[in-house]
């Protein structure tokens, strides 16, 4: 799918990362895939979780909805929804990154990658040995 990034993108994802900064990581609410999801929905107005969101509130819950789309892991989300980029990840595109606490969809942002973790979304480092995967966003 080729997506076309609003021309006032850049803002849009801030002001999503600056209203996430407190939001806990909550599974079907604020999880990776979902904090992916809304990072692409502001810069580009394309829902990519619409088969996904709130379906599920667990662990389990989001293996249950992963397996029952064919997918094995983030990484075949990721290509199902997104093209896959071999180019050095570019601010507001989607990567699979190799996290603390295993791997994670994050937007490149500023010097590093935004996902949601235990206290609000923050920035881990752009290491590109840390990033397994680019999904081009527009």
């Not at 909805?65 to 071999?86: F, I, Q």
Request: with cysteine; charged share 25%.
């Amino acid at each position: 799918m080729k997506l076309e990034r609003y021309p006032d993108w850049s803002q849009r994802v801030a002001n999503l990362i600056r209203e996430r900064a407190r939001r806990p990581f909550a599974w079907g609410v604020n999880d990776c895939a979902i904090f992916a999801a809304d990072a692409v929905l502001a810069a580009t107005g394309q829902d990519l979780a619409l088969t996904f969101r709130g379906r599920y509130r667990s662990r389990r819950g989001a293996g249950h909805v992963l397996r029952a789309h064919g997918w094995a892991n983030l990484e075949e989300l990721g290509d199902s929804v997104l093209p896959r980029s071999t180019e050095r990840p570019r601010r507001g595109d989607v990567v699979l990154y190799a996290g603390r606490n295993g791997n994670f969809l994050g937007v490149v942002w500023s010097a590093g990658v935004a996902g949601p973790d235990d206290t609000g979304v923050r920035l881990w480092p752009l290491d590109q040995d840390a990033i397994l995967a680019t999904w081009s966003v527009g």
